[in-house]
């Protein structure tokens, strides 16, 4: 109980889904026995209880409590969120679950060819195997610069990290 | 006083950006999630004003009984076309704008978590809602089956043409799209706070569009998994749906209520957090009972997930105490906001610019929408009701009275953030006069027709008492609200010939999109304010005082 | 002299006047249900109007009163009262579990089935039109004309009415019942009503079925028992009773 009480906000909210989802999909199998209403909501309940358990293994507060010294304070290379160390609130559930600083990509058209080619490839469903022939080549050609280029950017990334 | 006596937060240092308007090529190849959102907001406008045109088109068709205009196949067209529209191109993108320029600034990130899969999901939604549209093109028309699509009617059988067809793949792409964007707020909204905004301090839009994002997540699958199973039925020779081979109808409605009952409290929980970032602005309070709010919000969420087949009560193929009771809950907390909305503006200094205007609109629209709803969740009364125009009025009221109304606060709201320019007040109040007028002359007399018994979908109606002059005192309202979109893109106009003069703050606002610049550079912020509330930029305004 | 709560009293049925305009008033009911029904939604009504009447009150109030003046300060900065928020949890939660009860015991009745039936009245809907058929009388009335078929049903009797389609979904809808149910292929589903007035009811179909989804009227016409026996007897008898009906049986 204790544990279910210290898990963070984030996780909570998807476990109050979850058991929402349980609940209700059991009283309605009960009272209706009826299958694809009880499947459809005892899936809400476990897809949100996976959600649940991923955000409960990678709580921060779970990581805290069992570190409680390993984390040194982040040297603030900006003076993003600096105003703010004096207060006691930023330890423990506050702090969210990723801290990045946020590199931000470089402008690209690829998800503009992906997103293109798919919905042309999309049309043979209807249309047969020609419009899924001509997607699929800015399909391919935008799935490969955007895999590249993050590619390229996350060693980019890497580099500085380990020069600065 | 006005926040240029006191600017706070940096001062325009980011004139690069400002001045920037960009070519085509940087609006395809963008990734910034503020360009994103405002690919979103005047994609989805765009469709907004199709989806209009269709609708002053029925309008003009029912004002008199007979058929003057357009024939039944058009007409059939129309109101699907106009329920797909709203609801998938104008609806919930929209939600996906609002969300894209606002939650990295409400919770002070420099961009979405994955800033690529954004770009993809508005070309993905884009693309998607053309091919929706492209039907018009097609060999036998657009789609003719309702926004519902119900079987066995949207069956190849009963609905030949291939625009059918393209509303399902159109619909689907746009759904994947919907997903990825939530995948996106929940991921940043965990992922990228700044340190101090822990959860219960967090701007009540982004623990909206959180709840909405989840909603998103469980339920759009359901409808991807039902157009998936239709268009095989229709171009696969599958009978998931076809009663003579053993397939069910009913499943159907299950399948995509299930979807599109959360869908309508994804359409209206973003703005009911614009709503209440709006309201206290203006009442110069913080919200009333916020943590209330958090868990009404919350509280809706999960329970949306449970009231589908409040839409399948005449089908007599459900439980109808299980779906009337947890119908009958949901007004709870959705009471429960209402009220602490008013309790935010009871003892404020209130405010009217046009933003409050339309808030407070919503607020008196919403309150009839929310109860014509507890009374067509009552199975006895749903029993007259259903398929009606009452149910027309009901949904309206709450789409259009709520969801409508919350969208134009929040674009009178944000524009000087976005563009560094104000709307003109007097346009504003111009917009919001006629479409308070517009919308009670159109909706109100909706549901005594509906009472009456006139059902929806029909572009003919029998000339019994006071229908004629109902529907054409209806006619007059929906005239009204297309007029009343000109002084909006009007003011829209004027203010973008403008140069941009707010500046970081002109509200005198709460949350941290007030802090930066007007438009916020590239990166959003230089630097954050401490965050010890839900209203870091107001501690840190009065701080200074 | 008035008294204080006269004149609240009179501001509530005022109020619930207005809310039935703008709501909508239903049609005579023409159905024992439908009487029950019209009594629901009046409750329902009467309370929609008071909930509308204080949110709608307590908001013109605070527009009319709380406005900002030049040069004012800041308002109380209050974040809410735990005592205000649990009173207006708690009465709508009182009021939803009422209307609730209501809507059971209305429902009941809507939804009751009488074992012995004075009459069974087969409705089967199709792509545009109706037939209505009496089994085991071989009486059947197919109406493709404008004005569609006219079913013939007794009143002051239970008659059980049983819905099925042979295409897609249909709804076999009377507003003076204020009462539908949907034709479901593959399906079928029968409710009760019991007709206190006689008379000429129209009704049309309610779910879109396609392109002549408007064009499906029928009416039902009540008249007593002897006159009903009387009708029966004249029509002719076509050969397949019900039973053989193409509808597929679930």
Known sequence: MRRLIALSQETKVFLLMAAFGFIVAAIYW?????????????????????????????????????????????????????????????????????????????????????????????TGLVFGLAPVIVGALPLAWGAWTWLSSAGEELIATEVEDAAG | MTAADTPIGPAGASGAVRGERGDLLTWLTTTDHKRIGILYLVASFGFFLVGGLLALGMRAELTVPGLQFVDEQTYDQAFTMHGTIMMFLFGTPMVAAFANYLVPL??????????????????????????????????????????????????????????????????????????????????????????GMSMLRMPMFCWNILVASILILFAFPALTGALAMLLFDRRFGASFFDPSEGGDPVLWQHLFWFFGHPEVYILALPFFGIISEVIPVFSRKPLFGYRAMVFATIFIGAYSMSVWAHHMFTTAAINLPFFALSSFIIAVPTGIKIFNWVGTMFRGKLTFPTPMLFATGFIYLFVIGGITGVIVASPPLDFHFQDTYFVVAHLHNVLVGGSVFGIFAGVYFWFPKITGRRLD??????????????????????????????????????????????????????????????????????????????????????????????????????????IRSERPVFDARESRR | ????????????????????????????????????????????????????????????????????????????QSHGSLRVEFIWTAIPVLIILGLFAGTLAVLGRVDAHNPNPGVELRVEAFRWGWTFSYPGSG?????????????????????????????????????????????????????????????????????????????????????????????LASQPRASPPAEGSPVASP
């Open chain 1, 30 to 122: 009960f009272v209706s026995y009826e299958p694809a209403g009880t499947i459809l909501l005892a899936g809400f309940g476990l897809a949100t209880a996976v959600i649940a358990l991923l955000l409960a293994r990678s709580d921060p507060t779970r990581r805290r409590a069992a570190a409680p010294r390993a984390e040194p304070p982040a040297p603030p290379t900006t003076d993003i969120g600096q105003a703010d160390t004096t207060v006691s609130g930023t330890e423990g559930i506050d702090r969210p679950f990723v801290d990045e600083t946020g590199r931000l990509p470089d402008p690209t058209i690829a998800p503009f060819a992906v997103g293109a080619g798919l919905a042309l490839a999309a």
């Open chain 2, 425 to 530: 007040e007097r346009l504003g109040k111009l917009h919001f006069w006629s479409w308070l007028v517009g919308f009670i002359l159109t909706f109100l007399p909706q549901y005594q027709l509906g009472a009456d018994g006139m059902p929806r979908r029909y572009p003919d109606y029998a000339a019994n008492p006071g229908w004629t002059e109902l529907n054409a005192i209806s006619t007059v309202g929906s005239l009204l609200l297309g007029l009343g979109m000109i002084p909006f893109l009007a003011a829209v106009v004027l203010a973008l010939r403008r140069p941009p003069d707010q500046g970081n703050d002109p509200w005198e606002a709460n949350s941290l999109e007030w802090w930066t610049t007007s438009p916020p550079p590239h990166h959003n912020f230089t630097s954050l304010p401490p």
């Open chain 3, 1 to 76: 002299m008035i008294t204080r709560s006269q004149r609240s009293i009179r501001g509530v049925v005022l109020a619930a006047a207005l809310a039935i305009l703008a709501a909508g008033c239903l049609p005579a009911p023409a159905t024992e249900e439908a009487q029950q029904v019209t009594t629901l939604y009046g409750v329902f009504v009467a309370i929609a109007a008071v909930i509308a009447l204080i949110v709608f009150g307590l908001a013109t109030w605070a527009i009319l009163r709380h406005r900002q003046k030049p040069g004012d300060p800041l308002p109380d």
């Open chain 3, 139 to 231: 009486v059947s009335v197919t109406g493709i004309t404008p004005d569609g078929p006219e079913a013939v049903l007794p009143v002051g009797e239970p008659i059980k009415i049983v819905v099925a389609s042979h295409d897609v979904i249909h709804a076999f809808f009377v507003p003076v019942f204020l009462f539908k149910r949907d034709a479901i292929p593959g399906r079928e589903s029968a409710f009760d009503v019991t007709i206190d007035e006689p008379g000429t009811y129209r009704g049309q179909c309610a779910e879109f079925c396609g392109i002549y989804h408007s064009r499906m009227p029928f009416s039902i016409r009540a008249v007593s028992r002897a006159e009903f026996d009387q009708w």
């Open chain 2, 106 to 195: 409400q919770v002070g990130a420099a961009d979405m978590v994955f800033p690529r899969l954004n770009a993809l999901s508005f070309w993905l939604f884009l693309f998607g809602g053309v091919i929706v549209l492209s039907g018009y093109l097609a060999v036998g028309g657009a789609a003719d089956v309702g926004w519902t699509g119900y079987v066995p009617n949207s069956e190849l059988h009963f609905s030949t043409t291939t625009g059918t067809d393209l509303w399902i793949v159109g619909l689907a792409l746009t759904g994947v799209a919907t997903i990825l964007g939530a995948i996106n707020f929940t991921a940043t909204i965990y992922g990228r706070r700044a340190p």
